[in-house]
């Protein structure tokens, strides 16, 4: 598959790259199915999906590192996050979403998780 990003994005590739890659690695650490949990079955297709979802937001709706950073934090919440039933799980993963934008992105803002 091959994506015309758009500028916004190419400028960030990097960082969404990076990002993407260290949530995925959580999360594939951390959150293994179990008995109770057998829906827990994440996989590499994932990050795939988080990335043509994020290519379809059109060029002009991107203008500042915070916005390719939301995006980013809605598509991962979107695709693991809505899988999550469990409290406990859900508050780990949040909070290692919000570090994984900090890190990656150096940029957060206070009301993101607000909207979730």
Not at 90 to 110: A, G, I, P, Y
Request: a neutral charge.
């Amino acid at each position: 598959m091959v994506f015309n990003w758009t500028s916004s994005i190419q400028h960030y590739a990097l960082n969404i790259a990076s990002a993407l890659a260290d949530i995925c690695s959580r999360v594939f650490a951390h959150l293994k199915p179990t008995p109770m949990k057998a829906h827990y079955t994440f996989c590499w297709r994932d990050a795939g999906k988080i990335l043509a979802s994020m290519y379809m937001v059109e060029a002009n709706q991107l203008k500042r590192q915070a916005d390719v950073m939301k995006l980013f934090y809605h598509e991962c919440y979107r695709n693991f996050g809505d899988r999550i039933l469990m409290v406990h799980d859900l508050q780990w993963f949040t909070q290692v979403l919000e570090d994984v934008c900090r890190k990656h992105f150096n940029v957060l803002d206070k009301s993101l998780t607000e909207a979730e």
